[in-house]
């Protein structure tokens, strides 16, 4: 009996361990499990919240560049206070390819992307896109430094929630060539040839985690764009003439003698470009021949009398003024113009002022941030008579012949691009520059313009009134990249 009750014992003893041994793998087994489906929960999480920070990144991005058009770059660049930090430290930060980025890579992942004002306080306004500062104060941040939250509906959640939130930041190409050509200073806050870096950072929350550098609770992607702004049509002459040969718009060319067309010290009154040089006609004495003595005086500038001058060869040397002599691009130009004007009418056009449309409003006479100014961008796909009282500012575009009888006020650019046909009368004052060129875009080919000048019509060179007419074209984008803190780490 005691031989039995031993082996009882010692099989209940094996089963109790092979019980044990089982409970533990068993145990392990779980818990593997448990880590792979926590994993899988972090995974899955970053991943979503990291497809969220892109896709904020992107808006951000797009954003921005709409923001751009309209906005002076040295505005954008020093912020809405439009001063800057002047320390030579600071200076030499803001050189730094660190410097454009909107947060710290290290304040980023560790934001509150519900309220993210606590931890931004402090950081400078410089590269915030904003309208400007004006006499009467700081300019009007389109995107702030706290960003903007993206929302989102939520089934756990009431209401909208904020899943993301994106930064913007605008910063100068310091130290390129073509910037210190035009800022041999290297200022970082002075633009010098028309390009700027723009950086959008998305942000998104995700499952807290424990880095080197501390708690990690957001997703980040940073995009990168460089945008550039074409001086092709910043214009040297109140009036700039582009063809192969130049013929009166009516009987003469030029009517009376009141009219004035005022270069200034530097410009001419009339630029004259030659589509077709050496071809034994030359625009520029077409215009000048057209010209009785006390005509040749009311046009003036540069020393210069009468004051025409032909500047196919200035034209043909710039790097991007050359483009002008591209049928390609004025064609592209024509293409894309009415897709980003405020307005734009389709069909001959006859404004008689009664009311006129709006075509923006700009006193050259004040600061382009003024409080008031409103500059717009127009295309006329057609003809345009303007026989009433007529204000305007910006950009006006017309395709086809253009006929202004009455009093025509307006400060900017105006591009005849098309038929290339000018009647230009009335007792209206234009400030800024008009370009006049003839183009067949079926074929390809420049054409000879029609020029018709009238007493009383003024048309006063002002390169701050066209560069301001300038800024309504939207930036060419050059690039674009996504930024990591490989490339580009925090710091200096």
Known sequence: MADKH?????????????????????SVVAFHIALIATAEVHISDNYESLIEARAAATAGLHHGRALLRGLRFDDV????????????????RARTHSYRLPIPWVTARMLDIVD?????????????????????????????????????PAPQHPGMPVVSRYFVKVSDNNGEAAELAGDPEDNPFRDGDGQVILRSMGIARTIAQATRAGLRHN????????????STYDLDAPLVIQSDAVAPESAEMFAGSLFLVQGGGANPGIAVIDTKPGDG???????????????????????????????????????????????????????????????????????????????????????????????????????????????GGGLLVVTGRVTITGRFSFSGLILILGAGELDLGG?????GGIYVAKISCASMAWGSVRLTIRDHVQVLFNQEAIRMALTLFPPRQLSFREITAIIDPNGP
């Open 6 to 26: 031993r082996a009882g014992k010692s099989q209940n003893g094996a089963a109790l361990l092979i019980a044990l041994l089982a409970l533990a793998v068993v």
């Open 77 to 92: 660049l020093e912020g809405p206070d439009g001063t800057h930090d002047a320390d030579p430290g600071y200076l030499a």
């Open 116 to 152: 993210p004002a606590g931890m931004l306080a402090g950081l400078p306004d410089d590269g915030v896109i904003n309208t400007g500062r004006h006499p009467g104060g700081n300019g009007l941040a389109l995107i702030p430094v706290t960003g903007i939250a993206q929302t989102a």
């Open 219 to 230: 997703s980040t992607v940073a995009l990168e764009a460089r945008f550039k702004r074409l």
């Open 281 to 391: 006609i030359a625009p520029a004495l077409q215009v000048t021949s057209r010209l009785a003595a006390e005509q040749a005086a009311r046009i003036r500038g540069a020393g210069l009398q009468p004051s025409v001058k032909d500047g196919t060869a200035e034209v043909a040397s710039h790097a991007e003024k050359r483009l002008l002599l591209n049928q390609s691009f004025a064609c592209d130009s024509l293409k894309s113009l009415p897709l980003f004007a405020d307005s734009a009418f389709a069909g001959n056009q006859n404004w008689p002022g009664a009311p006129p449309p709006s075509l923006g409003h700009y006193d050259a006479g004040l600061p382009p941030t003024a409080p008031g100014q409103e500059p717009k961008a127009t295309f006329v796909a057609g003809d345009l008579q303007i026989a009433g009282d007529v204000e």
């Open 427 to 431: 007792s209206g004052t234009i400030t």
